[in-house]
């Protein structure tokens, strides 16, 4: 680094910019608690002061009791413990639950972090296509198909996977069918919440699922990498299995994951994360009154309708048709929004975009659909 690159890093205005729109950010936005801590645990290896070779038996911090009490009763499963994030979690699961040359069942919707998982655990992936344009639906039933067709050439099924909701359009898929349908067949079920956990009411317990995955700096309020991987009964067992060689390493995990401030960003947050995730009614909400704002403005919402999630990706022919105009081209959607102290969409979309209404206020909701209605009748005008 020089010192050219080092003032780079200083006065960056992050957090002054108003209203920031990006789903990947939304959810990780620190408490004051955690801000706080992420200072006083800021040193490398922080938490290790007390260790006795467990990372998640610390009891100074109180590492042992969120690890061990506060999570599994927050996710409804038997087994937690940290990753540093959700595709660590999704690939931990696979490694130690699959075979080399398994398939790993996957919804058509799933993000490409679950495929790199199953790529690197040595599996093959089969999807449940989701229907296309304007809702991007994926049927539970389609599991079934999707089993059957692997059957069919001899495969061997590992694992079914379904991102809860997914990435792009924020869809919501029921896994009560889906868990049924494994438990039937024997096939480990695991729920991708990387969107859910630490934002909507969860209980893997309640849905049927065997393994949970969340990620801390996309829903948790938490510095990351971080996320957490639950699991049930004798998966728990294969999943966390420790060492032959190194007493009590667990052998998924490389012995230890996040030891440090990310950790206690994690704990700081999770008072705040169970209150909000009480509150998931008025997120809905917020969202629909977004969409139906937006679909006067010939901003049309995709996926799910009515739509059950935050992440909602629209298609806009109208901003599409200004972009062919406007100074600049396709970046005058991003300057205007800058221009109205409003960031997180990325810069050159205008026809296809995604956005979040995660934690906004009301007003803020209302000063974003404000500043779209204003721009499009700028252009046009
Ligand atoms: C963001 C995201 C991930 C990756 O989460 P990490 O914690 O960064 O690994 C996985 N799945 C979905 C659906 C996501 O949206």
Known sequence: ??????????????????INLDPLQRGGILTPEARDALMEWGDGYSVCDFCNGEIDRIRNPPIEDF??????????????????GAR????????????????????????????????RAGLEVEYVPASGSPHYKVNPAGYAEAFQRVKDRGGRIGMALLTYPDGNYGNIVD????????????????????????RMPLNAGDLGVDIIVGSGHKSMASSGPIGVLGARGSYAKRIFA?????????????????????????MASFPHVVE??????????????????????????QGDRPHSHDLIFFEAEVLYEISKKAKKGRYFLYRDLKARGICGIKAGLTRRFKLSTYMLKDNEIEAVIDAFADIIESHQG
């Open 88 to 119: 660590e979690g999704m690939y931990a699961a696979m490694h130690a639950l699959c075979r080399p040359g398994d398939v790993v069942v996957v919804d058509g919707n799933a993000h490409y972090t679950a495929i790199l998982a199953a790529e």
């Open 175 to 198: 896994p009560r069918e889906v868990s049924a349908f494994c438990h039937e067949e024997e096939v480990p079920f695991l729920l991708n919440g990387a969107y859910s956990v630490g």
């Open 1 to 18: 680094m020089t010192l050219d690159h080092l003032e780079r890093l200083k006065c960056l205005k992050r957090g002054i910019s108003g």
């Open 67 to 84: 690890v061990h009490g506060l999570l599994p009763e927050f996710l409804g499963i038997d087994e937690v413990r940290i990753t540093h």
């Open 276 to 301: 909000r995730v009480g509150r998931w009614d008025e997120e809905v909400r917020k969202a629909r009154a977004l969409c139906s704002a937006f679909e006067g403005l010939g901003i049309v919402p």
């Open 242 to 266: 420790k060492s032959a060689l190194k007493k009590n390493k667990e052998v998924e995990l490389l012995g230890c994951t996040v030891r440090g401030a990310g950790l206690i960003t994690m």
